[in-house]
């Protein structure tokens, strides 16, 4: 049982390159989410899924596209990456609606836009 | 907006001090409050929450939180901290209204115990 996993670990941009970001899950969960970690600001929310097929916008949107064509996977993309995108991304999964619920978190990719 | 403050963004300590890390939330309503922790090296995780009942709640490592509503503080607390307890600790909260069950996250506050 891996819980959350992130692929890749590291990664360097140029402005103007696209990439993305993949997270799995092997908890059967409902719930994904896309955070950026940046210093002094806490994790803002990016997108989030709530079931298989579906995503909807967080805090910090523009940017970003992402897909959840299987339940246990949630793709983040940059289509044009920019300097401003450099942060670490945390994928987490929760596995109901309820707030009983806790987030489970991946180990993070470190993303460079030079 | 809604946010949530953590007031204290570097702690040092020495090992067998008392901790306390202060934890505020501007939202008038129910809420559901939770302090996670991320050793360095590893994955954010869950140290403890609340969601009714007993505002003080107990957590992993001996650590505990007392939620006070008439204050919107969730301050993290532990009686004698240890050299592993060096990480960076964040406070979430959870609004009733958001029926996307999203957290609001504070900036977080990274913890250093001295040996």
């Known amino acids: 049982n891996a819980g959350v996993t992130q692929t890749p670990k590291f990664r360097v941009l140029k402005t103007g390159q696209s990439m993305t970001l993949l997270c799995a899950q092997d908890?059967?969960?409902?719930?994904m989410y896309w955070y950026r970690q940046d210093p002094g600001m806490g994790l803002r929310l990016i997108h989030y899924?709530?079931?298989?097929?579906?995503?909807a916008k967080g805090e910090v949107p523009d940017g970003y596209n992402v897909s959840r064509l299987k339940k246990q996977n949630f793709l983040l993309g940059l289509e044009s990456a920019a300097p401003s995108q450099t942060s670490v991304y945390f994928c987490a999964s929760s596995s109901s609606g309820g707030y009983s619920y806790e987030q489970y978190f991946g180990p993070g990719t470190r993303l460079t836009v030079t | 907006a809604q946010s949530v403050s953590q007031h204290n963004h570097h702690v040092i300590l020495s090992e067998a001090a008392s901790l306390e890390l202060g934890c505020n939330y501007s939202?008038?309503?129910?809420?559901?409050l939770f302090w996670y922790v991320q050793y360095p090296g590893q994955h954010l995780q869950l140290l403890l929450k609340?969601?009714?009942?007993d505002p003080l709640v107990k957590g992993i490592k001996g650590f505990e939180a007392e939620f006070i509503k008439s204050k919107f503080s969730f301050n993290l607390r532990k009686p004698s901290v240890q050299w592993s307890d060096t990480a960076e600790y964040f406070c979430?909260?959870?609004?009733?209204?958001?029926?996307?069950?999203?957290?609001?996250w504070g900036a977080g506050t990274k913890l250093i115990i001295k040996p």
């Open positions: 979430a909260v959870a609004p009733s209204t958001d029926s996307n069950y999203q957290l609001i």
């Open positions: 899924s709530v079931g298989e097929g579906t995503t």
């Open positions: 609340y969601f009714s009942g």
């Open positions: 908890m059967n969960h409902e719930y």
């Open positions: 939202y008038g309503g129910t809420v559901n």
